[in-house]
Every structure is written in structure tokens, then in C-alpha cells.
């Protein structure tokens, strides 16, 4: 059995951006990280600072705790990072357990990394970092995994670029351009995630501002802009 | 030709609800509704306050009126009303048109009329009204329609309730027990429609208000709980 490194696992809750947006869902997040975005909002994933927390788990037991947190509350449960695509065979084995009892897997990774588990997940998300985050995009894998992904046309696949300035917008039409056919969502970033108190006010003007900018933009005729909801409600706070 | 009552047109904005939220959109506002909810937003498209305003068009001329407004900035028209459902064969016309351009037509109605060009919409959101609007929902009329989308399984389509209190959401979970199988979005109500300024933060209140009855709620694993973001942003502003 291969285990898993989580860092967290919390929920019932909302998912608050993306393709599904609106859906409840559970949180599994797991440890590590090959990105170190400097604007991660989830840089204890990967910076060190809560370490001694992870535990390494096998799928049965995410299962069990998942079950234990809440019953047959939910149908959902989404793997975040950290970059869970780090993880190879104990991943796909989560995911059939998932599927065993009727519950839907959905995913974020940057696209750094494949993982033939990718092919059996519900709702992939697909989320290339731009000029901002301080990494860079390697184009050749990225392009590897859409086209693995299109040739299987099973998956519910869609891109998200998360974007807070003039040149994240511009990398975002570049993903936009090269793979127009993948559902498409922009989000604006969140340019301060330790802002304790209620930040909602800050979050929607930048919504807009990327509103206005698709408005006028014939080329993102197709794209979705949404915020992140959670960010929205409960701000900064971690597990929600 | 049969002519369409069009009170207002607007756009390119980004739709904030529903289904299709976070997608550029124009919107296109038809006059004339067999409801009158309480609590409706747009009021004046059925009360009379506006009726100077409405003009009776052709298709082809709301299509160039469109395209003025906008050129090739958009790929969706969202067809409002008041009710549209009560427009015949105009709106099959308008629909055929927008095809012909490549563009996408989204229609949002209360499910008490049915029309033929329904097959033809291809994103149909139907929004039963529950108990604080004042309307009583007609179970025959809409229990047809349902059938009818789900006999050509064509249509993109999806329920969607507003829930302003405890006896809105029961309604809701109502509809959702009844169509099961239908993406269902529930929707918080804003309780004033005219209040001037910003209100994002008693909306905000509200949607958390939701997602805290619908995440401790199993029967509501599959449903989807989403703002609407043009009133976060632009508030009560007409034509946004």
C-alpha cells in the first residue's frame, strides 16, 4: 500500500472557485509541493512550518476519517496541496475507493507533473502559475498532460489562471490561446493571505477589475472570471 | 414576423448566477411577466413604471442592436424578463438567429409556460419561485415542462431557487427531491432591491447564512450554492 502525506482534512464545506464552484464538498490536502509561489495561500503545505503535523496515511484511512468527519454528508471530495500529483499509485488507489462508494474525486494541480491517476478523476483542475507566483511555466509537460488528457476525452478537465496583474493576464491569454478548446476560468489573486479580519471588500474590487478587463476583451469571449467564495465568507481563515 | 417586447439591452457584462456564472454575456430583457414576486428585481418590467420604455422589435433588429452594442465581444445572449416564456414564435426566430452567428443562447424562466424553443436554448435555467414571492407554483405545468427537457435531453439545463428563509429553502429542497436528476443552484435572496450603495456585506451574510444550512444538510450533497456576483460588485445598479 502506498501512503499519502496530508497535512489537513476538514469539511463538509463549500468549494469556493473553479469549475465547481457552489458544491459541497470534503478537503484533503496533501504535503509537498515542487512550486513555491509567492503568493501560495497554502505555503504551510510546503514551507516547512507545519511539518510535524503531516501524517502519512494509506487510503483506507483517509477513507475512514473522511467517513468520521461527516457521514454521508457529502459527495464530493477534493485533493488540493500542495501539488497532489507528487503522489503516484496511493492516489489512484484513493480515488477507486472514492468511486467505490459513489463519491466524486476532484482535483487541483499546476501541471507540472503527470500522473496516470489523472484519467480517473471526476473534475480535474488544471492550474498553470503565472509570471507573478515566480515560477515558470515548462511548457513541454504542460502540453503532455492536456493532450493526454483531450486524447481520453473522459475527464471533466478545465483551466484556471489565477491572475493579479497586467502580465498574469497576458500568461493567462497565452494558456487561453493554446489550449481554447479546455474549459477556461480566470480568478483573481489574493494579494495578501495573512490579512486578518474581513478582506471581502479588497477581494471584490479586484474581481471587478478582471471583470472589466474580460469585458473588453474579445479573446476571453469564452472565458469564466469567478472569486473564491470562501475568501469571500471566511477570509484568511485555514480550514474552511 | 412576430415581435419581441424588449425593455432594455445591456452589455457585454460577466453573468453573475446561475449555471453559467462567471461567463461574458449580453443581456436582452423582455416586458411582461405572469408573475409578480415580491421581492423581484426587476420589477419594472411587469408593474408599468417602465412600460414608455418597452419596443416592440423584430428579431433581426435586437440582433443588430447587439451587435452595435457590442461587435464580436461576446459569444452568449441572456434572455430575461420578466417572464420570456410567455414570447411564442419571435423568440424561436431570435434563437435561430443567434445560432446562425455561432452565438449561444441562455434563457432564465419561472417554469409556468412552456414553448417550443425551449429545445432550442442552450443554457435554460428554470427558477420555480418559492413561498416568500407571494406565487404559488403550478406542479402540473412544471412537472410538463421537466418532462419535456428530459425526454430530449438536449437541452443544458438546470433548476434554480431563491432562498430568502427557512420556508423558501424546505420549498427548495422540494424541488430538488422532485427532479433529482437536474443540476439544481440554490440562490440567496437580497432582501432590498433598492437600497442604495454598497450591500455586498448583507449579501455576503446571507450566502453564508446558505452554505451553513446546506452543508450540515445530506440531502443537499448535490446541490450547488452560488451568489449573485453583479450585485456583490455593482449592487442595485440597473444594467450591469
Redesign the interface.
Known amino acids: 500500500m502506498s501512503k499519502i502525506p496530508v497535512i489537513e482534512m476538514f469539511g463538509?464545506?463549500?468549494q469556493g472557485e473553479g469549475a465547481?464552484?457552489?458544491?459541497?464538498t470534503m478537503f484533503v490536502r496533501t504535503y509537498g509541493c515542487d512550486y513555491h509561489c509567492s503568493w501560495c495561500d497554502s505555503a504551510f503545505t510546503w514551507d516547512g512550518s507545519a511539518k510535524a503535523k503531516v501524517r502519512m496515511m494509506e487510503p483506507a484511512e483517509i477513507m475512514a476519517e473522511l467517513l468520521e468527519l461527516a457521514?454521508?454528508?457529502?459527495?464530493?471530495v477534493t485533493i488540493s496541496g500542495g501539488n497532489p500529483a507528487l503522489i503516484g499509485e496511493g492516489m489512484g488507489e484513493f480515488i477507486s475507493m472514492l468511486h467505490a462508494r459513489g463519491l466524486q474525486a476532484a482535483i487541483e494541480t499546476q501541471g507540472s507533473r503527470w500522473q496516470e491517476w489523472f484519467y480517473e478523476v471526476d473534475v480535474l483542475t488544471i492550474s498553470p502559475k503565472p509570471p507573478s507566483s515566480g515560477m515558470s511555466t515548462n511548457w513541454e509537460v504542460l502540453d503532455s498532460i492536456m493532450n493526454n488528457l483531450s486524447a481520453r476525452n473522459k475527464v471533466t478537465q478545465s483551466l484556471k489562471v489565477v491572475v493579479f496583474d497586467d502580465m498574469d493576464y497576458e500568461y493567462a491569454k497565452s494558456i487561453h490561446r493554446r489550449y481554447p478548446l479546455i474549459p477556461f476560468?480566470l480568478q483573481p489573486g489574493n494579494e495578501d493571505v495573512t490579512e486578518e479580519g474581513?478582506i471581502?471588500?479588497r477581494l471584490?474590487e479586484r474581481?471587478?477589475w478582471l471583470?472589466n478587463k474580460?469585458?473588453?476583451?474579445?479573446e476571453?469571449?469564452?472565458?469564466?472570471?469567478?472569486?473564491q467564495?470562501h475568501a469571500?465568507?471566511?477570509h484568511n481563515k485555514r480550514g474552511k
Request: aromatic share 10%; hydrophobic share 55%.
Open positions: 463538509p464545506t463549500i465547481v464552484i457552489g458544491v459541497k457521514g454521508d454528508n457529502f459527495n464530493c476560468f474581513d471581502s471588500g471584490l474581481l471587478e471583470f474580460v469585458i473588453v476583451d474579445k476571453m469571449n469564452l472565458a469564466r472570471v469567478l472569486p467564495l469571500l465568507i471566511w
